[in-house]
């Protein structure tokens, strides 16, 4: 596809059950970057994929997040026995170059109950 | 503080214009951007302005910059209610750091 692809675009999942959330890059963007976004908040940084390099992960809130990319194409963000704190919508994004320009995903939203 | 500011909402009548204002924190910042989000929509880049500039102009839209007071706005003339939006300022390039830095977003609610 054109754009920045992610699925699911609405999970609702019980307390302590882990989710997955996938990122599907725009073809040939070298980074990739989750932000979470909580209710009337703004984004918050999470992890960061460049190339081949170790990822950034100073963003991850606990040890319960984590995230993996395969080469320069899908991300996967993994959260662990979720709680509610965890409702979201988490956003992907890529770019292709080091200016900072991101293209955004439409986000998947989570809802913990 | 947080490192990028916006107040959270701003209201305008269609046909004004609006000024959307930033602040931040750090004089190493080398990238400032704009984005804006429709409802249930990610994020799309407005405009970006590096910080050697003072002022970017593109169409509708106004940037200015001033650096001393780590101060940026986004001006939009002739405001529609297709510009009703959350809008962000981001910086990027702050200490040799890559990833992109949001505030809150600014929610312009432009009324007839």
């Known amino acids: 596809g054109a754009g920045v692809s992610q699925s699911p675009s609405n999970k609702v999942t019980e307390k302590g059950k882990d989710v997955e959330l996938r990122c599907d890059p725009i073809s040939g963007h070298t980074a990739l970057y989750w932000y979470r976004q909580r209710l009337g908040q703004g984004l918050e940084f999470l992890i960061y994929?460049?190339?081949?390099?170790?990822?950034?992960k100073s963003g991850l809130p606990s040890d319960r997040f984590s995230a993996e990319r395969t080469g320069e194409s899908v991300s996967t963000l993994t959260i662990q026995r979720t709680q509610q704190e965890d409702s979201a919508v988490y956003l992907c994004a890529s770019s292709q170059d080091l200016r900072g320009e991101l293209f955004f995903g439409e986000g998947s939203r989570l809802t913990v109950l | 503080g947080e490192d990028v500011e916006q107040s959270l909402f701003l209201s305008v009548r269609e046909g004004d214009s609006s000024v959307i204002n930033c602040t931040y924190t750090d004089s190493s910042s080398t990238y400032l951007y704009w984005y804006k989000q429709e409802p249930g929509a990610g994020l799309q880049l407005l405009t970006y302005?590096?910080?050697?500039?003072d002022m970017k102009q593109d169409q509708r839209l106004t940037v200015l910059l001033n650096k001393k007071d780590k101060h940026l706005s986004l001006r939009i003339a002739d405001t529609q209610t297709g510009d009703s939006a959350i809008y962000f300022c981001?910086?990027?390039?702050?200490?040799?750091?890559?990833?992109?830095?949001f505030g809150r977003g600014t929610s312009l609610i432009v009324h007839p």
């Open positions: 981001a910086e990027s390039m702050k200490g040799g750091s890559y990833i992109p830095t």
């Open positions: 994929f460049q190339g081949n390099s170790a990822p950034d």
């Open positions: 302005i590096f910080s050697n500039m």
